[in-house]
């Protein structure tokens, strides 16, 4: 089956630095991709979908300039946390969606991102 | 996209049938209900989707009224490993792709020895 993989699964920052998150679609293309958090026990909340080779459409209430998305291939999109705080501390996870043929959406495993 | 009701937990035995029910009143007639499975500190599994009627696969059934207002996700003889929480999605297009996702707050199932 189709695999989705995130890098870093755990990441430790201080608080005001930055943190880039990848997504990779590791068998497959995927012209769009979905980026989530959760917070602790708590559903998945989408933040902004990312088409390749384009601007990415961000959720009500997500700041487009903390978050940072880049979608430059058809295997690869990233996060970046800008200056994070601690309560941008949860686990992000992304999905993509797969171009051929029913066009399904493969979740990763998620990161786990602490701000200290 | 429809908004779905789940309970928020339960509990059942190794070796026992669960079903999981899942309202949508508001579902539309090109909408699909699909179900994922989701373990602490991973991202969610598809378990199954279908449009109408009953849909089976090699883990789980799935039973939708005339109606269409709701939906039953069977998992058969469940084991410890089954513990986790489902979300009930309902929204257009096939194929598992229902693009935005929108998650509501899951069932969490204890399955216990």
């Known amino acids: 089956g189709a695999v989705v993989s995130q890098h870093p699964s755990r990441v430790i920052c201080k608080s005001g630095t930055s943190v880039k998150i990848e997504c990779r679609s590791l068998d497959f293309q995927a012209t769009t991709m979905f980026w989530y958090r959760q917070f602790p026990k708590q559903s998945l909340m989408l933040m902004a979908t990312?088409?390749?080779?384009?601007?990415?459409?961000?959720e009500q209430g997500v700041e487009k300039d903390k978050f940072l998305i880049n979608h430059a291939s058809l295997t690869l999109s990233t996060l970046t946390v800008t200056s994070a705080h601690p309560e941008d501390s949860s686990f992000y996870i992304c999905?993509?969606?797969?171009?051929?043929?029913?066009?399904?959406?493969?979740f990763g495993p998620g990161t786990r991102l602490t701000v200290t | 996209l429809a908004k779905t009701t789940q309970p928020i937990s339960m509990d059942s035995y190794e070796g026992q049938e669960v079903n999981i029910t899942c309202s949508h009143n508001?579902?539309?007639?090109?909408?699909?209900i699909t179900w994922y499975q989701q373990f602490p500190s991973q991202g969610p599994r598809f378990i199954i989707q279908g449009y109408k009627t009953k849909v089976t696969n090699e883990v789980a059934s799935l039973f939708i009224p005339a109606d269409r207002k709701s939906s039953t996700l069977s998992l058969p003889r469940v084991s410890l490993s089954d513990t986790a929480v489902y979300y009930c999605l309902v929204g257009p297009n096939y194929g598992g792709s229902q693009g935005n996702l929108i998650f509501g707050k899951g069932t969490k199932l204890s399955v216990k020895p």
């Open positions: 990312s088409n390749e080779g384009s601007k990415a459409t961000y």
């Open positions: 508001n579902i539309a007639t090109n909408d699909y």
């Open positions: 999905s993509a969606q797969s171009t051929d043929p029913t066009y399904e959406q493969y």
